[in-house]
Every structure is written in C-alpha cells, then in structure tokens.
C-alpha cells in the first residue's frame, strides 16, 4: 500500500492544548516532528535543535535566499520558518512528519503541498476554551481577550482544514488524530500503484493457469 | 460534532473475507447492518431477516414499485435489493450503517448518498487472493477461474471507492476500518454546524466580557 510519508499540519485555538498533543503523537506513535527555525531568544529551558533551531537573523535570511524554508514568517520582528529538507527527507523515506503551524502557514503550505492532511485541534465548546485560557493563570485578562478574538476569527478558518479534531480528553484526542492519518493512508487516490500491482499480478495469475 | 449517521458501502474482491469482516464490525464496534432482501430460497442455516429479508418475486416487484430500495438489482433470476426505510431511519438517529454489496450497487448508492463512504476490502497481493480461493476447498477450478476473472475486471473499480483497507490480518482490517469510519466523521465538510456554533459561542463570551 501507500509507501511514501504523510505531511501532517497540525494547527488549533490558542490554549486548546496542540503542543502535549503532538508530544504525544510523536512518542505514542513515532511520527516525525518537524521544528521551525526563528531567529528569537531561547527561552529558559528551550533546546536547539528540540524547541527550535535557533538562528541569527543573518543564518535566516540566507536560508530564505537560498530557498530553505517550505514556508516562513515573521512576526513582532522575528522570523520563524519551516526547514524544507528535514520535511523532504522524511516523507522519500516514507515517514508521516507532523508539523505544527499557525493557520497562515498551514495555507502556505496547502499551496505547496497539496496531498498534506491538515488537522485543526479544537475544544468541546467555546466557554471550555475560555476556561481553559483562564486556567493556565499565567496570562492576564486581556490577553485572554485577545486570544478569545483571535479564536473567534480562526473559527472562519476551520473550514480549509481537512479536519477537525476535538481536544476534550488528551488520550482520545491523540488517538482520533492518530486514526485521521492511518485513514488518509488507505485513500485510494494515495494507492493508485497498488491497484495498477494488482491488476498486473491477477493478468500474470489468470495465464498461468 | 457531526451528529448524522454515516452510511458506509462495504465491497471487495471474492474470498477476501468482506463478510467476516462486516460480523465483526458490527459485533465490535456496534455498527447498523442493512440486511438485504432477496427472492431467492434460503440456504440451509439462512435465517430470514438476518442473512436477508426473504420475499416473494410479487413482494419484491411491489416493494420496487413504492420507491421501497435504495437500489435493485437481478442476477441469475433472482432479486436483490436494498431496502430504504432501515437505512434512512438509522442515519437520521445518528447512527453508522453498513452495507455490503457488489461494486455496481455500490456506484448506484454513491449516486444517491454522496456523502457515503465507499471502502474496498482488498488482499495484500494477488497470490494471496488465489490461495484463499482455491483454500475454501470448496470451489472447483472453474468457479476460481470465473472469480480471478471478475476479480481482475473489478481491480478498474477501486479507483471509485474512496479508501482500499487490506484485509491481511481480520482484527488489524476491523480496526482499520473503523479508524477509517471515525476519521470520516472528523472532516471538516461534515462538521459545519459545529464551527458555525463555535463561532456564535464566542462572539457571546467576548462581548460578555
């Protein structure tokens, strides 16, 4: 069947709880994780080369020169980009490589890549992700607010998304994502070599008999 | 999330075991079965309204006259068809109903429900296929030809069907369909109603603050 890796984009609300769950796809089930270049300050506790791949911005804009990036941005003075290469190798060795990105890189690379499954990870209802914000307790009201403002835009963005998987229970949430990647495997459209094998096989079958 | 049910079109090649599979579907994991009607006599241990619904040719002719089967078909003289009442009723209480049939059947329901997902239970490769013929034991050499033969006629089907699931081990083959069946109900295009509620939830929490 379908031998070549999958491009997963991840993306979702703010506070919806993405991170632990692509944490957990990738040490539950093993998929690749791609990690984004910016050109920021380690934060206490970051890894280069684990959080992100840190770079100055002189390392960044040659990258963008020399085409390196699948996608990049550049928010509040700093650049954040996707390395193509680790991508490409992933998916020609036939490993899924899961990808967490905010909604206007997830279209970027839509464009780029128009077989990559992408998933949104929403909560059950909108005061759960309220709730939720609130309860980290490390942000102030406001923003919160702006976080709540910028979910409500997003809901108009869900629809580009291929799915959208509920964050109500971790485990089950990382299990459901885990199941929209083994179905996207068995599309036909991904197994078109398969049925052109099968068919060849069941002529050479059928004359020797 | 989507709350309609699924209807979800079962086929495959010959002696791939679709119909193991189908039993324990719904054994395991609760699926509606659509049992088919047929005019045909039943087989000894064939229990009416389990293996099929058993009709009269005047029963069935009628039941085709009231709009009463998704779609009907007649092969070798007898009917076969697939009752609507039981499917439609299932779908508006949410509930996913399978049905197994041949592949022009299913083309026929495609045309009715797109929304249906159409899955074709396949071999891991063509050899297997023949060996699990000829190990039935209980069909002669002609009978097997005969089914290579359509099997190799149906291998230009699978590209209509929306996901091909190898049934290599029977347990790994139910949950790859059921995998395939809850992703189905994660897509986006199926969950509009969740979205636009999200969206109206949130625009009452922000102005509530």
Same mark, same amino acid.
């Given at each position: 069947?379908?031998?070549? $890796?999958?491009?997963?984009?991840?993306? +979702?609300?703010? +506070?919806?709880?993405? +991170?632990? @769950?692509?944490?957990?796809?990738?040490?539950?089930?093993?998929?690749?994780? =791609?990690?984004?270049?910016?050109?920021?300050?380690?934060?206490? $506790?970051?890894?280069?080369? !684990?959080?992100?791949?840190?770079?100055?911005? /002189? /390392?960044?804009?040659?990258?963008?020169?020399?085409?390196?990036?699948?996608?990049? @941005?550049?928010?509040?003075?700093?650049?954040?980009?996707?390395?193509?290469?680790?991508?490409?190798?992933?998916? =020609?060795?036939?490993?899924?490589?899961?990808?967490?990105?905010?909604?206007? $890189?997830?279209?970027?690379?839509?464009?780029?890549?128009?077989? @990559?499954?992408?998933?949104?990870?929403?909560?059950?209802?909108?005061?759960?992700?309220?709730?939720?914000?609130?309860? %980290? $307790?490390?942000?102030?009201?406001?923003?919160?607010?702006?976080?709540?403002?910028?979910?409500? /835009?997003?809901?108009?963005?869900?629809?580009?998304?291929?799915?959208?998987? !509920?964050?109500?229970?971790?485990?089950?949430?990382?299990?459901?994502?885990?199941?929209?990647?083994?179905?996207?495997?068995?599309?036909?459209?991904?197994? %078109?070599?398969?049925?052109?094998?099968?068919? =060849?096989?069941?002529?050479?079958? %059928?004359?020797?008999?």
């Amino acid at each position: 069947m379908n031998k070549k $890796g999958l491009l997963i984009v991840i993306s +979702g609300f703010s +506070g919806v709880g993405k +991170g632990t @769950a692509v944490k957990k796809l990738v040490e539950k089930y093993g998929y690749s994780l =791609s990690v984004s270049a910016t050109t920021r300050a380690p934060r206490t $506790g970051e890894v280069d080369g !684990v959080d992100y791949h840190f770079k100055t911005v /002189e /390392e960044f804009e040659q990258l963008i020169d020399y085409n390196g990036f699948i996608e990049w @941005a550049q928010y509040v003075e700093n650049y954040y980009g996707t390395p193509k290469k680790f991508v490409e190798d992933e998916l =020609s060795k036939g490993n899924n490589v899961i990808l967490e990105i905010e909604v206007q $890189g997830a279209m970027h690379i839509k464009e780029q890549y128009p077989d @990559a499954v992408l998933i949104f990870i929403t909560a059950p209802d909108a005061q759960t992700l309220k709730n939720r914000l609130e309860g %980290r $307790g490390t942000e102030d009201e406001k923003v919160i607010a702006k976080r709540l403002k910028r979910a409500f /835009e997003e809901t108009d963005d869900m629809v580009a998304y291929d799915y959208l998987v !509920v964050n109500d229970d971790l485990d089950v949430c990382v299990d459901d994502i885990h199941s929209v990647i083994c179905a996207e495997g068995f599309k036909s459209s991904r197994n %078109r070599e398969y049925m052109q094998n099968m068919k =060849s096989e069941l002529e050479v079958i %059928r004359n020797n008999k």
